[in-house]
């Protein structure tokens, strides 16, 4: 896939997997499974610029004798959801157009 | 591999990285190995299903911006002594200045090579016009009732045009090339600059 369409579709990814509740990198890759395969360099790298952008925020706490960072979305990651969803039905809109068949062109 | 063994070899290809940053790779690595084995997996399969080290090693330099390993890299490890700065002061009109050429030298090297890019642009660009000029000429030929010349012209413009695309197809596949050529540098520079910690 196109790296640059790739990188953006992830990010809203990520923010979709700490939306409703906060979770932690193991999880976040879990959870995205089912629909994408995240590295860890890669789940890292997002991160770091979803933190840069304030889209969320990060708090370090103990989980059985160790320690986990976990991950919550600010009301600016929940912002970026919002807008994807709107520009996802242009985007929609031109898949279809180049989806199209070509016999559909007349009928049009 | 132990998950101590990968976070030390990790550690290792890593070393040049600035030293905030390590730490932070290195305990995001261990909360992600440890997060498998807590979900059911041995330590060997939690380790072998982070991935390959050295892709993983790669990778990340790759995204580490290359000022920040230079500036980790250049910082010396002790103070300076007195001798050693005056060393480098009294030297500095020879240092410079050839540090100054050699990074010049590298520049018009990586300059050439897009130079000549420009050129196969260029020659495909005089293609198309010279096609352009034959099928003209062609036409103008067979108005004046000059068939063999107009003929002649028509074919060496189609010929060229036939070319043309050839070009095309070798200008951009030359930019592709570029482009990849320009990352592996960038990759190599950066290892480079990491030292002989980061050999296997």
Redesign the interface.
């Known amino acids: 896939m196109d790296v640059q369409l790739k990188r953006g579709l992830l990010d809203v990814c990520v923010l979709r997997a700490i939306k409703s509740k906060e979770s932690?990198?193991?999880?976040i890759i879990?959870d995205m499974r089912p629909y994408v395969s995240l590295?860890?360099?890669?789940l890292?790298?997002i991160l770091k610029r979803l933190e840069a952008a304030h889209m969320l925020t990060v708090r370090t706490a103990e989980h059985?004798g160790?320690?986990?960072?976990y991950y919550s979305i600010s009301p600016e990651g929940l912002k970026r959801i919002e807008e994807f969803k709107a520009e996802w039905k242009e985007i929609m809109l031109i898949c279809q157009y180049v989806t199209k068949e070509d016999s559909e062109d007349d009928e049009a | 591999m132990t998950k101590l063994n990968f976070i030390l070899e990790l550690q290792k290809r890593l070393s040049s990285l600035p030293q905030e940053e390590l730490e932070e790779?290195l305990?995001?690595?261990m909360?992600?190995i440890?997060?498998?084995m807590?979900?059911g997996l041995s330590e060997e399969e939690a380790v072998a299903d982070?991935?390959n080290i050295d892709e993983?090693a790669d990778?990340?330099i790759a995204?580490i911006p290359l000022s920040s390993i230079v500036k980790k890299k250049v910082r010396p490890t002790r103070k300076m002594k007195a001798w050693e700065t005056a060393l480098l002061w009294v030297g500095s009109p020879v240092w410079i200045p050839l540090l100054i050429a050699a990074i010049a030298v590298a520049l018009s090297l990586y300059a050439v090579l897009w130079s000549v890019i420009a050129s196969l642009w260029a020659v495909f660009v005089s293609f198309c016009a010279c096609a352009l000029a034959g099928l003209a000429a062609g036409v103008g030929a067979y108005f004046f009732k000059n068939l063999p010349i107009g003929a002649a012209f028509m074919g060496a413009g189609l010929v060229l045009a036939g070319l043309s695309i050839f070009m095309f197809f070798a200008c951009t596949l030359s930019v592709k090339g570029a482009v990849i050529l320009t990352k592996a540098m960038i990759l190599g520079t950066k290892k480079s600059f990491m030292g002989k910690e980061t050999a296997k």
């Open positions: 932690y990198g193991y999880q879990k590295s860890e360099s890669t890292y790298t059985g160790r320690l986990r960072k | 790779r305990s995001f690595y909360e992600m440890e997060d498998r807590e979900d982070i991935g993983i990778q990340i995204d």
